[in-house]
Each structure stands twice: as structure tokens, then as C-alpha cells.
């Protein structure tokens, strides 16, 4: 049976990656104060410009992330790197073996929000 992955991780490896360093993303203002750990059941409003030049506004939350890594660790995901097709398979496997930089967890936001990477 699979290990369950903590809500914290999944934030903590993503929105601690300082993936939204790119103009594609507008800026990210969880509603918790961030001197604290996120709490359970977190949702983030991610405003993301989806590449045919509207700024979107996407409900993030925990399990959306996790679909959009499963979806990544499968290869059922469009032109996702090999980098963050590891990553994912790491992370669903032990949060603690990944390792997410700014570039992997980018991606993953893009298949949260847009559905595949948009932007290479």
C-alpha cells in the first residue's frame, strides 16, 4: 500500500522551489500566515498567464499537485524534462528522495494549471 503523502511536503517541495521566478506566473499570495507551516486542506490561487496572452487564475491545492505529478511520473504529460519526470517519481515514492529546483517544480505547476508545460 502506498505511503500518504503529507500535505506540508507537497507545499514545501513546490512553493518552496521559487518556481514562479517566471514572468508566466502572476504573483502567489497564500492566505495563511507563511511564518507558519501551511494548514491542512491549503489552496493557493495561482495566477498563471496560459500562453495565448490571459492571465488565468487556478485553485492549487494538494491533490492537484499530486494529479499532476502522477500524470508527469507516467510520461502522460507533454514535453515535461526527463529532470522532472524523476522528481516526481521520487517524491510519490518518498518525499524525502526528491529534490525539486525552480526549473521541475515549474513544470509541475504547468501541468496543474494548464494541463502540460506550456512554457520550455
Known amino acids: ?10 507545499y514545501d517541495h513546490i512553493f518552496g522551489s521559487s518556481f514562479n521566478m517566471y514572468g508566466w506566473w502572476g504573483p502567489i499570495r497564500p492566505d495563511w500566515d507563511q511564518r507558519y ?14 500562453g495565448k496572452h490571459r492571465l488565468r487564475t487556478v485553485l492549487v491545492t494538494h491533490s492537484v499537485i499530486l494529479a499532476a505529478m502522477r500524470k ?7 514535453y515535461t524534462t526527463r529532470e522532472v519526470v524523476q522528481a516526481c ?3 510519490l515514492h518518498d ?5 525539486f529546483d525552480a526549473n521541475t517544480a515549474d513544470e509541475v505547476m504547468q501541468v496543474a494549471t494548464l494541463g502540460e508545460v506550456v512554457y520550455c
Open 95 to 99: 518525499p524525502e528522495d526528491a529534490d
Open 37 to 50: 507551516d501551511a494548514p491542512h486542506g491549503w489552496s493557493v490561487l495561482v495566477p498563471v498567464w496560459d
Open 72 to 78: 508527469i511520473a507516467k510520461g502522460s504529460a507533454k
Open 1 to 10: 500500500m502506498p505511503r500518504e503523502i503529507a500535505q506540508q511536503d507537497t
Open 89 to 91: 517519481q521520487d517524491f
